[in-house]
């Protein structure tokens, strides 16, 4: 727990989570479609996970699909009173792995219905609306109907707090005009700093900022400064990465995935490495080195 600690706390709505969570995406199998090679090793990171002071989960019934709400349910549930599970809707699969968008308030409804039934719950504490304009990038666009849907199914005691993912600037101010807005799920790291007035500006309103592909996602940095800072760090270049966003703001939450306890491990001591101002300045400017 001391690892955990060391990494700091924020709200997440009106809980109070741990700043390194952990992202349930790779417990799906290949391509986030179809059930995982190792089962049983997926519920022991899980376990692990939630272990070591994790109490912030990412995932989405999407994942899968359904088969990643399951192996969270097979194996934590009854849930930890302090685990606050955080998930999505706005998007299906076909038979093919495809993602769809499925944005259509009937579609919502039944997004929420499905993480509540596969994850064994009776209200989800967070939802996040994925938008699906651009399904690679945020792109402008009303998400109105959208947050309107998650709203009444809030006021049914469906969903407690609303979140955004892949959104912009414009959208979550049309969000907040309809609903309150406990943190918003972006692309964000050392290199893809598009979001950096973002999480300034909602820093400011203490709502949470969660970053995800950490290290690139499906297309990795390749960076070579990277590589050479986490070795003068003693570290791996994800390590140097997640510390680097500890780093960057205090509503910065983390949610790293991976479906190997070893693995795992590794990217919670990330909270223990300590940026110096230089280092710092020499992380800041590997955006410019990658572009």
């Known amino acids: 727990m001391a690892t955990m600690q060391l990494a700091g706390t924020f709200r997440l709505g009106d809980r109070t989570v741990n700043r390194m969570g952990y992202g349930a995406m790779q417990l799906a199998g290949p391509g986030v479609f179809g059930p995982p090679k190792d089962r049983a090793a997926c519920i022991a990171v899980l376990r692990e996970a939630v272990e070591a002071g994790v109490n912030h989960i990412d995932t989405s019934d999407f994942y899968g699909p359904h088969v990643t709400n399951q192996i969270i ?3 934590l549930h009854p849930y930890p009173d302090d685990l606050v599970i955080v998930t999505k809707v706005g998007a299906v699969r076909n038979a093919e792995g495809a993602w769809l968008p499925a944005l259509e308030p009937a579609q919502i409804a039944q997004g929420v219905h499905d993480n509540l039934r596969n994850l064994g719950r009776d209200v989800m504490e967070v939802v996040n609306l994925r938008v699906m304009g651009d399904v690679h990038r945020p792109s402008e666009g009303s998400i109105e109907k959208q947050v309107t849907a998650l709203a009444e199914l809030q006021q049914k005691g469906l969903v407690r707090h609303i979140g955004l993912s892949n959104a912009t600037a414009a959208q ?45 996602g499906f297309s990795p940095i390749q960076s070579t400064k990277l590589a050479q800072i986490a070795r003068a760090l003693d570290a791996t270049p994800m ?6 966003l500890l780093h960057r703001a205090p509503n910065v939450l983390l949610i790293p995935g991976t479906s190997s306890v070893g693995h795992l491990r590794e990217n919670l001591k990330a909270a223990q490495l300590e940026l110096s101002s230089e280092v710092l300045a020499e992380m ?5 080195e990658a572009q």
């Open 73 to 75: 349910r097979e194996a």
């Open 172 to 216: 979550v101010a049309e969000a907040q005009r309809i609903a309150p807005v406990v943190c918003v799920q972006n692309h964000y790291n050392v290199v893809h700093r598009d979001d950096d007035a973002l999480i300034d500006h909602l820093a400011a309103q203490g709502i949470a900022y969660v970053p995800f592909f950490p290290l690139g």
């Open 239 to 244: 390590q140097a990465a997640l510390a680097w």
């Open 284 to 288: 800041d400017a590997i955006r410019t």
